[in-house]
């Protein structure tokens, strides 16, 4: 009797405990006006260039912004934005996230790993974890906007991203012209419906290219496939990105391109997209 007495009492500690720390997550992301988080069903289609850049487009124009990055195993973001260097601040309840610039506040699993050549080998619960506590004890404050940085494809990371976010919570989808993405991508807009999560838009990266000395019009990746399948999913679509060697650059040196390269197409289409965003 004894036993069962005390087996009870720790069941009520427990479920005390989860109560206390989804009221802590509700409360937190009720501070957050807007929650998009940026995926896809291919890797490799520029998923966290565009994050990036759509973080620091809102954050010039004034915005308040988060930027989390929860690609658990290959956390990109810190060396896009120059920033692989820093750490945050841990406190006993709450984690400073790193800032950049003066409107954008930054949180990846890459500020926390001692090596950056080491793998993070995890399962399921334990990613689950990691976001929940990213998007719990973090100090993100008062935000116009938190843009999430998924891995590609539809498991754990994006699963449980948008499960704790919320059900205001909403979806960019990136992809490339390519049949091959294109079919990956599809996958992605049924995840999100059947997750109830609503998708504000299709986004072609890497969609054409124009030779800067000769000016000629190269469909390197094809063309069309992201607004092609846009009309045959029913969701909106968002624009095309062009190739720009730039924008790899920039990525691989750590300087924003929206930043540094205000003039150029694809700078400007990026902008467009954080200006339909906004209004």
């Not at 409360?27 to 957050?32: E, L, N, P, R, V």
């Not at 996958?187 to 998708?199: D, G, K, V, W």
């Amino acid at each position: 009797m004894q036993d069962l007495k005390m087996a009870s009492s720790c069941a009520c500690s427990s479920d005390k405990k989860k109560e206390d720390k989804d009221a802590k997550l509700k409360q937190k992301m009720g501070k957050i006006k807007n929650k998009l988080v940026v995926m896809s069903g291919k890797g490799g289609v520029g998923k966290s260039t565009v994050a990036a850049n759509l973080a620091a487009a809102l954050a010039m124009k004034g915005f308040q912004v988060g930027l989390l990055d929860v690609d658990v195993h290959g956390p990109s973001i810190p060396r896009l934005l120059s920033l692989s260097s820093e750490k945050p601040h841990i406190e006993k309840d709450y984690i400073e996230p790193v800032p950049w610039g003066r409107n954008l506040w930054v949180m990846s699993l890459g500020f926390l790993l001692p090596d950056n050549r080491e793998a993070v080998i995890w399962r399921g619960p334990v990613k689950m974890g990691l976001i929940r506590q990213f998007l719990q004890d973090v100090a993100w404050g008062e935000l116009d906007y938190l843009i999430v940085d998924c891995p590609p494809g539809t498991g754990d990371e994006p699963m449980s991203a948008l499960q704790l976010l919320g059900s205001d919570a909403k979806s960019i989808i990136v992809t490339t012209p390519q049949a091959v993405a294109v079919d990956d991508v599809r996958r992605s807009i049924t995840f999100c419906r059947e997750m109830e999560t609503p998708i504000l838009g299709i986004l072609e990266n890497m969609s054409s290219y124009s030779c800067p000395k000769c000016n000629e019009h190269l469909d390197i990746f094809n063309t069309g496939g992201g607004e092609k399948l846009a009309r045959e999913m029913g969701v909106t679509f968002l624009g095309g990105i062009p190739i720009d060697p730039e924008i790899v650059r920039s990525g691989d040196e750590g300087y924003i391109y929206v930043k540094t390269h205000p003039d150029s197409p694809a700078a400007r289409k990026m902008m467009d997209l954080a200006e339909k965003i906004s209004t």
